[in-house]
């Protein structure tokens, strides 16, 4: 059974840092490109992080650049996502994703609420 268990999120001071992590089961994890997602109220789902494999290339959304970094530990079948700098355009809620290299089929963790505010 494939299954993607997301790290709590939660509130954050503007200027915080969190680590949200994504654990992955039932499916070879090395064979994935994992990234992030968020979801703002009231508009659509956007990428924020993608880590590709093998090779561990990263690219991130403009509004992230610098500030957040991706990262995969295939060992512990989990990704990261490294938040610095936090402002209230952060708050959203959190999704990772899995992508099968060879197939495209896609799955999605269940989601963490981030809110940044003072």
């Known amino acids: 059974q494939v299954q993607l268990v997301q790290s709590r999120g939660g509130l954050v001071q503007p200027g915080g840092s969190l680590r949200l992590s994504c654990t992955a089961s039932?499916?070879?994890?090395?064979?994935?490109?994992m990234s992030w997602y968020r979801q703002a109220p009231g508009k659509e789902r956007e990428l924020v992080a993608i880590?590709?494999?093998?090779?561990?290339?990263?690219n991130y959304a403009d509004s992230v650049k610098g500030r957040f970094t991706i990262s995969r530990d295939n060992a512990k079948n989990t990704v990261y996502l490294q938040m610095n700098s936090l402002t209230a355009e952060d708050t959203a809620v959190y999704y990772c994703?899995?992508?099968?290299?060879?197939?495209?089929?896609?799955?999605w963790g269940q989601g963490t609420q981030v809110t940044v505010s003072s």
């Open positions: 039932g499916f070879t994890f090395s064979d994935y490109v």
């Open positions: 880590i590709l494999t093998p090779g561990g290339s990263t």
């Open positions: 994703k899995a992508r099968e290299v060879a197939t495209g089929t896609n799955y």
